[in-house]
Each structure stands twice: as structure tokens, then as C-alpha cells.
């Protein structure tokens, strides 16, 4: 799409008169591209994943439409965000640059995004937290973060950095900031997860400067909910900093930790209207708890029963409320599975040591990218480590990768259950084989002890047995028509 007609069509979206017509001809186009065996289709042609994808193509065209129509973003941050959006997907449609480059001496897509815990350091203490963040901790220097991106883009072609943490907004080095990483890189897009409670008006409208990163704020629920997780009054202050990106017209989100006593009050219609319709997210991400970190507790855990209801909820609220929602690890089926490792098209996580991990969720790395730069090596190295490479071999036995085809069962060539698609939450037997075969290296004691305990190991594996028996006639019948 041209710079010229780009701006036509965002005015044309911030008018009354147009805005429906845009909308509709927009939600036309993604039913046209995604239509099951078309020589048009993103990626493959299962009519079942297909219709999972349409509906949440739909849904992220609606949330544009609603926030524009409720005045939540304001035209020019909308026009940067959502041209480096539409840069971005045309992008993995479209070999060229550094990923063609890729792609011509791997012969599979480079990752599109990284994701960066810059540090350790959190002004709150939540209860289980995954990273067992608080005060103080390690923590990536400016040039170690400014040259890790500079290397993804010119060897990846990354369109996206996500930071996580700790408190993403508790970072500083050489008095910058996280505001500061986004800033020198216009061409990206950034998502911080963070608690919100550093965010005042002058970091709302650096934020909305940028127009190039948005915040996802942590809720657990309600106030109550919140609180009891995150300390009292917290839930206030995350109230606050969402009425000042409001104010500010900037976009931003929210991210749940889903777990067994909250799976339930998260996705009902007082929670999805105060967040959705009064305070203005524009997304929403799902984590389901896994026994990690902070005092981690195995029976915080949703039940697979539960987590089957989720998911048959979750997609009822896409369809009929439009709202754009991203369930973590249901939504398994939207990405062809598991996207940790450096996969084409997916991640690699970085945290606040150094240390180059195949996901967030899984504390241990294949080596350390300070220790790497300094040997006179770079990301092609850990890209290339054993370690993320067997994960990824893994992956394309699990079906990514693979091409469907044209009915809507996909018959034999849909392999692995992407209802269940993680290596370390669903497979946990063959991700401590991953582990101990490639010396993975624990991301901290409380990771080294989880490995070496055989009752985690004894409850990993029986609940995986569990959510496999409750989960693949799901995937044989909705998905493999059998």
C-alpha cells in the first residue's frame, strides 16, 4: 500500500460517513485472503484453522473501529501504528531483504520478533511472580540491548521487540530508558508488559511521541483480584496510567495470568466491558499460570478441564463480541504451534543476564549473548546452537511447517496437536530430554531445582498425560474430521 493511499484511507477511517464502508471492505479483504485452499491463503488451508484465523482478523479490524469511534486513539498515533502494522504483515507475506537472505541460506523464515526482558528489577513483589522479580537484580546495558536489535533487524528482518521483565519501566542505563530503545528504532514496533504502575502523565505522552510502542497492562481480575496478587492499591494506579494513555491517544492493552481460581472471572461480561468499552484496550493477552519462579505453585494451574472451557469460551467472545483476544496456549492453531526457539516467524527471549532462551516460559538458555559478542560471535550462533535447533526440529514434526491441504480435515498432513503445542508446558518429558541432551543452562536456582526434583517432573508429565487425553479428540474432530 502507498504512503498516499495509506493516509487517504486512515482519514477516511476518522470519518463518520466512511469509517463503516472502510471496515466492511476491510473484513472482506481478510475473508478473501484467507479463504480455505485459494491461492491466496496466508498460510495453508484447513477450513477449521481458517475460520479461527478469519475470526480473529475480524475481531483486531473491530477493536480499529472501536477505538476510533470511542475516541481512544487519536489519528496521527494511528497512522504511524498502523502503518508499521500493515509493513509488518506484508512483510511475512513477501520474502525480501535480510529475510530473503535468510531464507536463501537456511531455507526456512528467520524469527519475526525478539523478545527482551531488559531487567530484573520490579517496584513490586506479586506472589508467584514467574521471574522472581524485586528490587534491584541484573540488568542488559544500553549498547548490549541497542546492539542486539541493530543485529536482528539487518540479519532478521525483525519487525517487533517485545519487553518483559521485571518492571520494563524500572530499566535505565546511561539514563535511558525503554522509551529511548523505541525511539531510536521508528521502523519497529515495541510491546512492554508491565504492572503500569511507573507510568504518569509525562511517560503517557513520551509513549504517545514514540507512536511506535504500546503497554500491556497486568490484571488479574477486578480489584480484588488485582490486589490481592500485586499489593493493595494497585489496581487503582493501573486504573490511573490507562486513563492517561486514554488521554493521551495512545493504543494499549491488557495481560492476564490466567490460573485456577481466576479462569473464570476473566472473561466475563463485567470484566471485558470495564476494560474493553470504558477504559479502552485495545487487546488483550491471555497467559495461562505455569508452576514457575516465585513460590511456584502446581495447583495455581489451570485444570485441562479448565482450560478446555476456556478456550471454547474465549472463541465464543471473539466471534460474537469482535473483541481481538490471544489466548496463550489455546491459540496454538493461529501460529501453525509452538513459536519459541528462533522458529520462522517466531521468537527468541533475552533476559536481564544475557542469557538467549527459547521462550519466557522456559528458564533455560542456550547460551549467553554478552559471552557470545565478546568471543567475536553474534545471533547467528545461538540462532544455530543445538539446543534451540532441536526445539525447532521438534516443531516441524509437530506440524509446522507443514502444508495442508485443501479440505477442511487437512488429512494426514496435520501432525501434532496444536491444541496442545508447547514443549515445556504440554511435552515436558521431551523438553527435560531437550534440556539435559544440550545442557540447557537453568535461568536461576529456583529453575536448576525444578529440573532436579522428581515430584514437578511427576506432575508435569501426568497433567500433560491429562490435557492429551482431553484435547486430541478435540483436535481429531474439529480439526482432522474424524
Known amino acids: ?54 475470526a480473529m482478523a475480524v475481531a483486531a ?11 481512544f ?86 519487525k517487533l521487540v517485545v519487553f518483559s521483565g521485571g518492571e520494563p519501566f524500572a530499566w535505565r542505563s546511561h539514563n535511558r530508558d525503554i522509551l529511548d530503545v523505541a525511539s531510536k528504532n521508528p521502523d519497529l514496533l515495541f510491546l512492554a508488559f508491565t504492572n503500569g504502575t511507573l507510568i504518569d502523565k509525562k511517560t503517557a505522552e513520551r509513549i504517545a511521541a514514540c507512536a511506535n510502542i504500546t503497554p500491556a497492562f497486568s490484571a488479574e481480575g477486578m480489584r480484588a483480584e488485582t490486589d490481592k496478587r500485586r499489593g493493595k492499591g494497585v489496581f487503582d494506579r493501573v486504573i490511573a496510567a490507562m486513563d492517561l494513555m486514554k488521554d493521551a491517544g495512545s493504543p494499549f492493552g491488557i495481560s492476564v495470568t ?43 494451574m489451570p485444570t485441562p478441564g479448565q482450560r478446555l472451557e476456556f478456550r471454547e469460551l474465549i472463541w465464543k467472545i471473539i ?28 521468537y527468541l527471549h533475552i533476559d536481564w543476564n544475557g542469557n538467549v532462551m527459547p521462550c519466557v516460559c522456559t528458564p533455560y538458555s542456550a547460551g549467553n549473548i554478552a559471552d557470545i559478542y565478546s568471543s567475536g560471535g553474534g545471533l547467528a550462533d545461538i540462532w544455530n546452537s543445538p539446543f534451540l535447533s532441536s526445539i525447532r526440529d521438534w516443531q516441524k514434526q509437530q506440524g509446522h511447517g507443514r502444508k495442508n491441504s485443501g479440505n477442511m480435515t487437512g488429512t494426514s498432513t496435520l501432525r501434532g496437536n496444536l491444541l496442545t503445542p508447547c514443549p515445556y508446558r504440554d511435552h515436558y518429558e521431551q523438553f527435560v530430554k531437550f534440556v539435559k541432551k544440550f545442557n540447557g543452562k537453568p535461568q536461576d536456582d529456583s529453575a536448576a531445582m525444578i529440573l532436579k526434583d522428581p515430584k514437578y517432573y511427576e506432575k508435569m ?4 498425560k491429562k490435557l492429551a487425553k ?13
Open 1 to 54: 500500500m502507498s504512503n498516499l493511499l495509506y493516509k487517504i484511507t486512515v482519514n477516511l477511517l476518522y470519518s463518520r460517513i466512511f469509517r463503516k464502508a472502510i471496515i466492511s471492505l476491510f473484513e472482506k479483504f481478510v475473508v478473501f485472503f484467507l479463504k480455505p485452499g485459494g491461492k491466496n491463503s496466508f498460510s495453508g488451508s484447513n477450513a477449521a484453522i481458517q475460520n479461527e484465523k478469519k
Open 61 to 71: 479490524v473491530n477493536s480499529i473501529n472501536r477505538s476510533i469511534e470511542k475516541g
Open 73 to 158: 486513539i487519536k489519528k496521527d498515533i494511528s497512522k504511524a501504528t498502523l502503518m508499521l502494522w500493515a509493513n509488518a504483515l506484508l512483510s511475512t507475506a513477501k520474502r525480501k531483504g535480510p529475510v530473503k537472505k535468510f531464507y536463501m541460506q537456511n531455507h526456512t523464515d528467520p524469527p519475526f520478533l525478539l523478545v527482551i526482558s531488559p531487567g530484573h528489577a520490579c517496584n513490586l513483589k506479586c506472589a508467584d511472580c514467574y521471574a522472581a522479580s524485586s528490587a534491584g537484580g541484573s540488568k542488559l546495558s544500553w549498547e548490549i540491548i541497542d546492539r542486539i536489535i541493530s543485529d536482528a533487524k539487518n540479519l532478521w528482518g525483525i
Open 258 to 300: 490466567v490460573n485456577r481460581n481466576n479462569c473464570a472471572s476473566v472473561l466475563t461480561e463485567e470484566f471485558l466491558d470495564f476494560f474493553f468499552n470504558n477504559m479502552g484496550a485495545f487487546y488483550g493477552f491471555y497467559f495461562q499460570y505455569l508452576p514457575m519462579g516465585r513460590n511456584a505453585d502446581f495447583d495455581l
Open 319 to 346: 466471534e460474537d463480541k469482535k473483541l481481538f483476544l490471544l489466548d496463550f496456549w489455546n491459540h496454538g492453531t493461529l501460529v501453525n504451534g509452538c513459536i519459541a526457539a528462533g522458529r520462522g516467524g517466531g
Open 461 to 464: 508429565t501426568l497433567y500433560d
Open 470 to 482: 482431553l484435547f486430541d479428540p478435540v483436535w481429531q474432530k474439529e480439526y482432522e474430521g474424524k
